[in-house]
């Protein structure tokens, strides 16, 4: 070690959870971390929900308050890009021409969203929804009585769609792919989710993509890709993301699943690199292949888990990642990893689903039924008993 501390790249869930773990677990040496935001860290869940809503405001967002920077003595750079790294040297290069030297870099870029090949993309009018800049500026077009397209219906596309119908927008949601949420929840589960937007006047239109956002300077129109034409004033574009690696070209990190590859330490192949949040790709003792997750659960607790690396002190537990999507009031919730062939147990009500793969519990989903998704939990990836899954009544802790 030279003295020359940590450096993490990214002000934002893992990052400043990384940061600020250092310093609790007692770090000494010095901590920056730099962000291209100009605000402070912030958590993104409720953009797509009680921000965009208007019910909450940045500071209710904040990982940290503001104090707690100087406090733990981290040295915060916003507004400013990491643009290069070189791994040899251990130096990080900034926009803004500094250059800062390092012991340990944590990369926590997260991701970007993807910018489909859709004619119409930079019409006014046309939103992306990943930062709280873009939050606020979609907020300030989504008037009630307006008509909204909302292409992508995943995750932040479903949270869009129930939170501009709520705010009065005659909303479409478009996705090529059969039905909301599919890749993420499966046919049953997305059957579900369509009833709950459908009961709200949303239209849900599957199977077909979007050909062209059409309108003299301004979206008007969004034609699809199987003729039918939907008229808007708002339209968001809500495709998915990928992670944020472009600044790292000439760090000769190995790559999988699409980010940063690392071990159950948030450590790359490159000394002295480490990774955590959306942007990185782990692989856990015993897993067959390195898995990336875009969840918050997961961004929090590998930013502790990097601290822990570099104190060299022993992990804490792992976690089962889960994910949450609030839409017309109700709570969602998802933990583990199901295939398509994974047979389903559902309990109506209070409803949970059940991915079984040769008898194991291989994930599960509830809505407005936190209680099953705590127990349930416990049980992913363990030989669980049908006949109690299936039972309302059954006791989850009696199951395995
Ligand atoms: C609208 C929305 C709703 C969501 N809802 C949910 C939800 O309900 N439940 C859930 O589990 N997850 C949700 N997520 C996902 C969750 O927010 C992410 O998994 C989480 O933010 C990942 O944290 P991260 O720190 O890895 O990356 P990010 O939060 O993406 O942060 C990365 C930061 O790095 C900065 N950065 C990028 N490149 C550079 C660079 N070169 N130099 C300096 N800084 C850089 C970025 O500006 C950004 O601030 C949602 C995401 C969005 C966008």
């Not at 291209?36 to 940045?58: D, M, N």
């Not at 909301?180 to 997305?190: E, F, K, M, R």
């Not at 490159?270 to 292949?289: C, E, L, M, R, S």
């Not at 976690?319 to 969602?332: E, I, R, V």
Request: with cysteine; proline share 6%.
């Amino acid at each position: 070690m030279s003295g020359d501390g940590v450096v993490v790249v990214g002000a934002s869930l893992a990052g400043a959870h990384a940061a600020l773990e250092l310093r609790r677990l007692g770090y000494s040496e010095p901590v920056t971390l730099v962000g291209a935001e100009p605000h402070l860290p912030y958590e993104r869940p409720e953009l797509s929900k009680g921000y965009l809503a208007g019910e909450v405001t940045l500071d209710r967002l904040l990982v940290a308050p503001a104090t707690a920077y100087p406090d733990a003595d981290v040295d915060l750079r916003l507004g400013v890009r990491a643009v290069d790294v070189d791994s040899a040297l251990r130096r990080v290069h900034l926009a803004n021409g500094e250059t800062l030297a390092y012991d340990a870099l944590v990369v926590a870029t997260g991701s970007a969203n993807v910018r489909p090949r859709i004619d119409g993309l930079d019409l006014g009018g046309v939103f992306s929804l990943r930062t709280v800049d873009e939050a606020e500026a979609l907020a300030a077009a989504a008037r009630p009585g307006g008509r909204a397209v909302v292409v992508g219906t995943g995750l932040v596309g479903c949270e869009v769609a129930a939170t501009l119908s709520t705010l009065g927008l005659c909303v479409s949601a478009v996705d090529p792919l059969p039905g909301p949420l599919w890749t993420a929840l499966g046919p049953q589960l997305s059957a579900l989710v369509r009833g709950w937007h459908t009961e709200h006047g949303v239209d849900v239109i599957s199977g077909t993509g979007v050909a062209a956002i059409e309108g003299a300077g301004h979206a008007e129109r969004v034609r699809l890709a199987d003729g039918r034409v939907l008229e808007a004033d708002v339209v968001v574009v809500g495709v998915g993301a990928r992670p944020v690696l472009d600044w790292l070209t000439r760090a000769p990190l190995t790559l999988a699943a699409g980010g940063v590859a690392v071990d159950a330490e948030q450590r790359s192949d490159v000394p002295g690199i480490y990774a955590a949040g959306d942007v990185a790709a782990v692989t856990a003792p015993g897993a067959p292949q390195p898995r990336r997750t875009e969840h918050y659960s997961s961004a929090v607790a590998q930013g502790k888990r990097v601290a822990h690396a570099v104190v060299g002190l022993p992990m804490p537990s792992p976690q089962q990642d889960w994910f949450w999507s609030h839409q017309y009031g109700h709570y969602l919730q998802y933990a583990g990893e199901h295939g398509p062939d994974d047979e389903l147990v559902v309990r109506p009500e209070p409803f949970a689903a059940f991915f079984l793969r040769d008898a194991v519990l291989r994930a599960v989903a509830t809505v407005d039924n936190g209680r099953d998704l705590r127990r349930a939990l416990r049980l992913i990836g363990r030989p669980v008993d049908r006949a109690v899954l299936a039972d309302p009544g059954g006791d989850l802790r009696t199951v395995a």
